[in-house]
C-alpha cells in the first residue's frame, strides 16, 4: 500500500500496553485457529520501550520443537507490524514449561466445541472425554494426530474419531 499522507507517515505510533495486549491476545493458534494465544496461555509477559520504540514479547512454547512455535512467532510480529507497531522483538521463555493446564477455562470449552478432546490430568495424559458425545470410552488410534502435538483417538460410543491436544 502506497500511503501518501505525510501526516500519517510522521507519527511515532503510541505504545500503549493495553492496545498491545489486546492484539497479541486475539492472535489465533495457527493449529487450532479457534483458539487464540490468550486461550492457550501462552503469552508470559509483554513490555515496551518507549525511547527505543520497541516492544518485547515473551512467550513461551506449547511444546519444545513444535513446528508451530515459529508460526506463532511469526504471527505476533505480523500482528504487531500490521497494527503500526514497527520494533517487536520476540522471547522465549521455556521455564516452567508450558502445560495443558495453562489452557483457559474458555480455551477448553473452545477446544471440545472444535472436536478436539480437553486435556485430562498431566499424570495420564489422556483425553477427559469424547468432545462429540461426552463418553470416556475410547480407544488411540495414532499417538500422532495431524501434527506433532495431537493425538488421534476413536470413540468407542459413538464411532466418531477425534484428537486430543497432547502437547507434553
Ligand atoms: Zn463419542
Redesign the pocket.
Known amino acids: 500500500m502506497v500511503d501518501t499522507d505525510m501526516t500519517k507517515i510522521q507519527l511515532t505510533p503510541m505504545l500503549d500496553i493495553d492496545e498491545i495486549t489486546e492484539i497479541l491476545a486475539n492472535v489465533p493458534d495457527p493449529e487450532v485457529p479457534v483458539l487464540t494465544l490468550n486461550d492457550l496461555g501462552i503469552i508470559r509477559d509483554i513490555s515496551v520501550d518507549k525511547q527505543a520504540g520497541s516492544i518485547t514479547v515473551t512467550l513461551t512454547p506449547t511444546y519444545i520443537g513444535c513446528p508451530a512455535t515459529s508460526a506463532i512467532r511469526k504471527m505476533v510480529s505480523d500482528a504487531l507490524l500490521d497494527a503500526g507497531y514497527p520494533k517487536p522483538i520476540l522471547k522465549e521463555q521455556l521455564v516452567p514449561a508450558w502445560s495443558t493446564d495453562w489452557i483457559t477455562p474458555e480455551g477448553i470449552v473452545k477446544l471440545e466445541d472444535y472436536g478436539i478432546a480437553p486435556p485430562g490430568s498431566d499424570d495420564d495424559n489422556e483425553p477427559k472425554r469424547?468432545p462429540?458425545?461426552?463418553?470416556d470410552s475410547?480407544q488411540v488410534v495414532s499417538h500422532f494426530g495431524s501434527t506433532a502435538c495431537k493425538s488421534l483417538y476413536k470413540?468407542l460410543?459413538?464411532k466418531?474419531p477425534?484428537e486430543y491436544f497432547k502437547c507434553h
Open positions: 469424547c462429540h458425545c461426552g463418553s475410547y470413540c460410543e459413538c466418531e477425534f
